[in-house]
């Protein structure tokens, strides 16, 4: 695998093993004599830290737009500040999430497909200039709401008794979130790759590294 940079982003339903996979991916490749770093959104620099508290510790609740806006704020210095140096300088990026996990999940809170793509255009723009492989991590809604179950603390019992009977309407939010998080390439003009998360996790991590590899 040629050693240059680039910004391998792994997106996909909460509980898909993002995390999971970002650690083993950047152990692998490390071991391949890369100099691969892990980044996730928001965050990445001081003053994207600095947003994400204030996001998250804001007293008032902030609308679609706000957040939307909040997000390319702290992406747009991320990528000016951070990736596009790093990438320079041959380093690779392994990302939990992106711009595809704001597009999912403001379009889900009210915004539209349009507003989204007009607020992110210069995003956009500066991230066509990158290197990019885009890989979505694919599992049920089923899964992910049983995943997200268990890690909110509850027992094996109680969670197998809750997933036998769920909200439907709960249920339709993971559904229409799967289904964006599936579109989202095509959305935003990107390529992707997508990948069952469903399997074990270290047949997904060389899932992964062959599709790297071929793209090195």
């Known amino acids: 695998m040629e050693n240059k940079g680039r910004l391998i ?3 996909g339903l909460d509980g898909a093993g993002k995390t999971t996979q ?4 950047i152990e692998e490749l490390r071991l391949q004599g890369i100099d691969a770093r892990g980044m996730a959104e928001p965050g990445g620099t001081p003053l994207g830290m600095r947003l994400r508290e204030m996001l998250l ?3 008032e609740p902030l609308t ?7 997000f390319t704020l702290q992406r747009t210095h991320l990528i000016l500040n951070a990736i596009t140096w790093m990438i320079r ?5 392994v990302a939990d999430r992106s711009i595809v996990s704001t597009l999912v999940y403001q379009v889900q809170a009210g915004c539209t497909v349009e507003r989204v793509l007009e607020v992110s255009r210069n995003v956009l723009e500066l991230l066509g200039k990158l290197p990019i492989q885009l890989y979505i991590l694919d599992i049920s809604p089923e899964l992910a709401r049983e995943r997200a179950m ?7 019992g109680e969670t197998a008794q809750t997933v036998n009977h769920f909200d439907e309407a709960e249920l339709d939010v ?8 599936m579109g989202a ?14 399997q074990p996790r270290e047949v997904i991590t060389e899932e992964l590294l062959r599709h790297v590899r071929g793209k090195g």
């Open 9 to 11: 982003i792994l997106e």
């Open 22 to 25: 970002q650690r083993a991916l």
């Open 57 to 59: 510790l804001t007293e």
């Open 64 to 70: 679609p737009d706000e957040m939307l806006l909040a």
């Open 89 to 93: 300088d041959g380093i690779t990026i």
């Open 150 to 156: 268990q890690l909110a603390g509850r027992s094996e």
């Open 174 to 181: 993971y559904r229409q979130r799967r289904e964006l998080y």
């Open 185 to 198: 390439a095509g959305i935003l003009g990107w390529e992707a790759t997508i990948v069952n998360g469903e």
